[in-house]
């Protein structure tokens, strides 16, 4: 599985983006997908996270009603929606792929089977 995320820039304090996670391969389907994001001279740090049909998400608390994760299996497309947007929300994101949902680590890397390239998420105050 090959994934490449798209959709970040630069964008005001209380404005929106959505960003994309597309994926390769005909079992995209199948797989639960988180998102990370990793602020410069910070770790990586969880965002959420989907299981493979959807129907089970995972927030980090920062981003609690403010993210919402989604994905069109049709188009082997994870979203997420991001509002409110905070000057603390700049990073960049990643999406990766797991192939089993585990509810106890989606928020660690463990899980986490492919990666793809990030894309640069910019709030200005």
């Known amino acids: 599985v090959q994934l490449q995320a798209s959709g970040g820039g630069l964008v005001q304090a209380g404005g929106s983006l959505r960003l994309s996670c597309a994926a390769s391969g005909r079992t995209f389907s199948s797989y639960a997908v988180g998102w990370f994001r990793q602020a410069p001279g910070k770790e990586r740090e969880f965002v959420a996270a989907?299981?493979?049909?959807?129907?089970?998400?995972n927030y980090a608390d920062s981003v609690k009603g403010r993210f919402t994760i989604s994905r069109d299996n049709a188009k082997n497309t994870v979203y997420l929606q991001m509002n409110s947007l905070k000057p603390e929300d700049t990073a960049v994101y990643s999406c990766?792929?797991?192939?089993?949902?585990?509810?106890?680590?989606?928020?660690?890397?463990?899980?986490?089977?492919?990666w793809g390239q990030g894309t640069q998420v910019t709030v200005s105050s």
């Open positions: 990766a792929a797991a192939r089993r949902w585990n509810s106890m680590m989606v928020h660690t890397t463990t899980p986490y089977d492919y």
């Open positions: 989907s299981s493979w049909s959807g129907g089970t998400t």
